[in-house]
């Protein structure tokens, strides 16, 4: 069970240490692993360097996120482009501000993330542009049924 205080016990004890401790190392993989997503984590030396490494930076943080309710769970593989603040986000970083903003002007934006808790109206609004004399109303795509796949001819045979 990953929980601060274990996370601080890694923190406050040295690499040697827990290279040299059992319990201590099992602790460092269970951490790893739930907090970092690790599916096949290694058992060697080097890799458990790394990974009291990366609970040292990050431990703290990826809890708060782990804990944290979030209505918008963006894919772990995609990094997403905000052109309003032009910022990039991962799983990580985003918020479900922002992502709400994202998908609002966006709706296929849907499909970056695993899943959407609360799903707000997600048709975009009507924009009004006004330039000079004339008024433009930009107004969204409406969906339209797909159309059916064309026959496919074959070609005549000459005898």
């Known amino acids: ?29 269970e951490i790893y692993v739930d907090l970092f997503n690790c599916k096949r984590p290694q058992f060697c030396a080097k890799s458990i360097t790394e990974y009291w ?18 209505n918008y769970i963006l894919k772990r593989d995609r990094l997403v482009w905000d052109s309003t603040t032009g910022k990039h986000y991962t799983y990580l970083t985003i918020t479900d501000e922002i992502a709400e903003r994202m998908v609002k002007l966006n709706p296929r934006m849907t499909n970056h993330f695993e899943n959407i808790i609360h799903t707000p109206d997600l048709q975009p ?35």
């Open 1 to 29: 069970m990953v929980t601060v205080e274990n996370i601080n016990k890694i923190n406050s004890e040295s690499i040697q240490e827990i290279l040299k401790s059992p319990d201590l190392t099992r602790l460092v993989l």
């Open 53 to 70: 490494n990366e609970i040292k930076i990050n431990g703290l943080k990826n809890l708060k996120l782990k804990t944290m309710s979030r």
């Open 125 to 159: 609004e009507k924009k009004e542009i006004k330039a000079g004399l004339i008024q433009v109303v930009i107004e969204p795509k409406k969906e339209t049924t797909p159309k059916k796949p064309r026959k496919k001819r074959t070609p005549k045979v000459k005898k």
